[in-house]
């Protein structure tokens, strides 16, 4: 569906629910992660792109301090809440992330209004896809512009970053003119952390926010400094397909927590704050130091950032139908060093590069969700028939194929 007709929907889903109109309607997208696996939180660079799927938020404010949220995919019952009452805790389920929005834009220093949101979504939810972060990102930039802080908001991409590079200062000497998207995707990711409680980095809401079409958003992890980096597939006759295995990866917290603890031992026995301090050359140091398992871990962590280097320079120089190897070898690294990748994965990497994709790999934090592959608009049917075959011949549950293009980043669209 397109974004204009969803947030058409959406207006007019909010104007049942609620029975007045909307003041606007905002969309925050998806996004995929083009290259850039579990480098986030060793420090490191990450390479996704917003997508051409999103999620919207119908708002409008109150006269009151009340707060009631509903989503068309909960069955569009409301839940109410008093914006004072909000604080880690005291809220469950899906709601806690735009009430996390809300309570994390009230923590920066922001004076919200109560108001009314209702949210529709074309993300797969679960997928791998960020559907957190595309639902954090449309709650985010609407109330900040209906809290009057649009200024540097609305005009989006780069140009909205405030002051010289330097982050926004939310609830500083003027903290509230300075609230620019960095500060809306700390925003995001704090209200994910601390009201949902998921310990994730920075990447998704970035890649929701700073998002263009034709690009993908080169992100410095440690310094949050971002550059867009042309990806113009449609021109170079690509597309990127979704493989979503359907494989839930929601028990994967503890293996999470234990390869974040393997790259803290790594570093540490390293003498680095973070592995992302380590360049390739020390690796044979690393392999005397660490025992074979860690050195795998951070092998991975090591050479993957080097990869999404690479695939920026690569991008800038020959296009995106030069990064296939790259995207490759980034899965034979999470499969082999990193262990994050499982055999539905696998089987729909293999398949891919088996049948015309250029490059593949699993995408996300591993343990199920997707996988992207980069392929010939010409080949893509071949992809499609061997992927759904292969999971078939398995008994696997049947995949979800879709294609995906950069986008831009969260925005107003009523
Ligand atoms: P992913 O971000 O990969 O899609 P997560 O588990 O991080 O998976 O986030 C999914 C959760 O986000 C859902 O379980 C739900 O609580 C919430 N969510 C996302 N989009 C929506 C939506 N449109 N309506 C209601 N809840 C949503
Ligand atoms: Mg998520």
Redesign the pocket.
Known sequence: MSADALAARTADAFAARFGRTPAGVWAGP?RVNLIGEHTDYNGGFVLPFAIDKT?TAALAVRGDRTVRVA????GTEAVEVDLDGLRPGAVT??A??PLGVAWALEQAGVRLPGFDLL???D?????????????ECAVAVGLAELAGLDGSVRRGGLAALGGPGGPGEPGGPGGLARLDRRALAAVGRRA?NDMVG?P?GIM?QYASLFGAAGSAVFLDCRSEEVQLVPLELDAAGLVCLVLDTKVS??HATGDYARRRDSCTRAAEALGVPLLREVPLDRLPEAQQLLDEETFRRARHIVAENQRVVETVKVLRSEGPAAIGRLLDASHGSMRDDFEISCPELDLAVDTAQANGALGARMT?GGFG?SAIALVPVGDLDKVRDAVLRAFASRRYRQPELFTVLPADGARRLL
Not at 127 to 133: C, R
């Open positions: 998806g999620t989503s068309a995919l909960s389920g899906w806690a992330y949210v529709d979504s993300v797969p939810v679960g997928a791998g896809l960020s559907s957190s972060a595309a639902l994910e998921a994730t998704d990866h929601a996300g969700g």
